[in-house]
Nanobody, 120 residues
Framework: QVQLVESGGGLVQPGGSLRLSCAAS????????MGWYRQAPGKQRELVAV???????NYRYSVKGRFTINRDNAKNTVYLQMNNLKPEDTAVYYC??????????????WGQGTQVTVSS
């Protein structure tokens, strides 16, 4: 089993900043990819930022220049620094990791989600 524990969501005004954190734990042999998705009410879940299997960070176009993904490999932790937030960023943000465990083949795991609300 793998657990992803998220924190850092909240209410912020447009132009403000938040930092999300996600720590993975459990029967982890290696993490192939790790990053963030989001889902707004009535919309599909979409990728926000992710470290690919090659270690390169990828961002959806609408957050480039505003969001930064970072990681601490020793702690199996990924962060999302969100600056210049816009109302369109309002969503539940989910941490995701593609994990090779000590008991099974690769599988994707999800955090519980953390609400980000951008409103004036």
């Amino acid at each position: 089993q793998v657990q992803l524990v998220e924190s850092g969501g909240g209410l912020v005004q447009p132009g403000g900043s938040l930092r999300l954190s996600c720590a993975a734990s459990g029967s982890i042999f290696s993490i192939n990819t790790m990053g963030w998705y989001r889902q707004a009410p009535g919309k599909q879940r979409e990728l926000v930022a992710v470290f690919g299997s090659d270690g390169v960070a990828n961002y959806r176009y609408s957050v480039k220049g505003r969001f930064t993904i970072n990681r601490d490999n020793a702690k199996n932790t990924v962060y999302l620094q969100m600056n210049n937030l816009k109302p369109e960023d309002t969503a539940v943000y989910y941490c995701n990791a593609d994990v090779l465990t000590t008991y099974q083949t690769e599988a994707k795991w999800w955090g519980q989600g953390t609400q980000v609300t951008v409103s004036s």
